[in-house]
């Protein structure tokens, strides 16, 4: 499908296998994949608890916190903290990454590409009034962390979105004009084949 509409609140909420938090899938690739065999996977997580970050060999991620106080990390032998609305993390699926949340209240954008067949780019705006946007990528996924944010198509229609809400646009050639009336947080992720 050229356009998927993506809302948080529709998607199911599925529990960590070590009780350490819960997921919401909102894509994969092929739709059929599962967490062992994905080309590229995106996904919501809400943390409860701190611990290691699961392996994923051969993977390339993206992190970016949505909500919450912060988000400690110990990468290798560096340490870190992710705050909501700013830079996205980007690491190696093999890392070892150790997370202590910060409070309560963690949530996480996590953008996955399987790294012998695809590439990806996360990054995070601060968007006041119109900018202009070409889809430059074969996936590009806007996704709404605060504010509102207006997407008006080649084709005249507008997507609306909230807090919450997304959009993935698949192999589309056209322009976008993105529109937020007062100060909005995008999340823009761009997926593309090698």
């Known amino acids: 499908m050229p356009l998927q509409r993506i809302d948080l609140a529709d998607l199911p909420l599925l529990p960590w296998k070590n009780g350490g938090g819960s997921t919401r899938q909102l894509a994969i690739y092929p739709a059929d994949a599962g967490l062992d ?7 919501c997580a809400r943390m409860e608890h701190g611990g290691p970050f699961s392996n ?26 992710l705050q909501p609305c700013t830079t996205p993390l980007f690491f190696a699926g093999e890392d070892t990454i150790q997370a202590e949340p ?50 008006l198509l080649e084709n005249g229609h507008t997507e609306r979105l909230q807090a919450g809400q997304g959009l993935l646009l698949t192999n589309e050639t056209q ?6 009336t007062e100060q909005a947080c995008l999340y823009l992720g761009r997926i593309q084949p090698i």
Do not use: K
């Not at 065999?37 to 996904?43: D, E, K, L, V, Y």
């Not at 993977?59 to 870190?80: F, M, P, Y």
């Open 37 to 43: 065999n994905f080309a590229w996977r995106i996904s």
């Open 102 to 151: 910060l409070g309560d209240g963690i949530e996480d954008l996590n953008l996955m590409t399987r790294r012998d067949g695809w590439s990806h780019q996360l990054q995070h705006l601060h968007l006041h009034g119109e900018q202009p946007l070409h889809m430059d990528a074969h996936v590009l996924l806007l996704w709404c962390n605060g504010g509102q944010i207006d997407c």
């Open 175 to 180: 322009h976008l004009q993105l529109l937020a």
């Open 56 to 81: 994923y060999p051969g993977i390339d991620r993206s992190l970016a916190l949505l909500a919450g106080t912060g988000l400690h990390l110990r990468r290798n032998d560096h340490e870190l903290q």
